[in-house]
């Protein structure tokens, strides 16, 4: 198994690479100058050029590329052109807040959406199986930032039970932060729920036709436990998989919900980099989250030793 985690490590190497060659590329064939955005609508061609200049733009591509590859490689992410802050200071501010809400809503859809597809499996054909199909259907058709909106006028605005928008930090308290987050993650964890527990409900009832479920319960093994132990614990392996595919939709429904709800975390600062052309930043943050779903893939492949035995790698 060590030698399966360190080639998987290994293999991220030039995945990290790939994806860098091709962000650092759509960057700099995309329209649009960081320079005329750092200076604004009226600045003259002679202040953008001096500018340009100033942050290396005016040197061919291949050697912008090796350029900034070698302060990566030295631990260097480079400066905000915007900003005028250090890149990695900038992740490590907004780091927080993005991780909270991703772990929120994962907890929340791994809580509600497996359960919901056991009982669904287990009561196949029945009006609640039924019903997780249709949510699964409208789960997927509606956008996520539709969702919020609508949650922001009803919970919010109507109700007035949440806050709006903003984000409190875990060290103001674990009641302040839930509120703020709770929202948020509602939005983001129903397409998640509805995809996870539709997996789990295949899943699960595709085991429970399986010989050794009739002969649990010929024994008398409680109901309870054939569910648990028996279907879901031989249906892990595809329900562990479908979350981490789900991980990396959160990553990109990260961006837009923070947004919506104005939590100043790397999804915010992602759409701000983008905005303003802040080439350092965009390709960091680039950088980070592929790096975080290279991780989970890895995690997600070692889970599998644990869940089914006969996997070896």
């Known amino acids: 198994m060590l030698a399966f985690v360190l080639r998987r490590i290994a293999a991220t190497v030039p995945v990290l690479v790939i994806v860098a060659l091709i962000v650092f590329l759509m960057l700099r064939l995309a329209p649009g100058d960081p320079a005329a955005a750092i200076l604004g609508d009226y600045a003259s061609s002679d202040a953008i050029k001096s500018v340009r ?21 030295g631990g260097d992410l480079g400066e ?8 990695a200071g900038l992740i490590a501010q907004r780091i927080e807040p993005t991780l909270s809400l991703a772990a929120l809503t994962l907890a929340m859809t791994v809580l509600i959406a497996v359960p919901l597809g056991v009982i669904a499996a287990w009561r196949h054909g029945g009006w609640l199986d039924r019903s997780l199909m249709g949510f699964s259907v409208l789960g997927f058709s509606i956008p996520s930032f539709v969702i919020a909106y609508v ?16 984000y409190a930090r875990l060290g103001e308290g674990l009641l302040p932060w839930l509120r703020h987050l709770l929202l948020p993650s509602i939005a983001l964890s129903i397409i998640f ?48 998989t479908v979350i981490g595919i789900g991980i990396a939709l959160l990553i990109g429904g990260v961006v837009v919900t923070e947004t919506v709800f ?5 999804g915010q600062l992602t759409v701000d980099a983008v905005l303003s052309r802040d080439y350092p930043l965009i390709q960091a943050i680039t950088l980070f989250f592929s790096f975080v779903y290279v991780l989970v893939n890895l995690l997600v492949d070692l889970s599998y030793l ?4 006969r996997i070896r790698y």
């Open 193 to 240: 729920v509805a995809l996870i527990a539709r997996v789990t409900r295949a899943a699960v009832a595709e085991a429970l036709t399986e010989d050794y479920v009739r002969t649990a319960r010929a024994k008398g093994v409680s109901e309870a436990r054939v569910l648990v132990r028996h279907a879901l614990a031989n249906a892990a392996v595809p329900v562990v």
């Open 262 to 266: 104005a939590i100043p975390g790397l």
């Open 53 to 73: 200049a100033r942050l290396g733009l005016e040197q061919s591509i291949p050697i912008q590329f090796f350029q900034w590859s070698a302060r990566l490689l």
């Open 151 to 166: 949650l922001i006028w009803a919970v919010s605005l109507k109700l007035g039970w949440l806050p709006v928008q903003g």
């Open 80 to 87: 905000s052109y915007f900003l005028k802050q250090s890149v």
């Open 306 to 309: 644990l869940l089914d035995p």
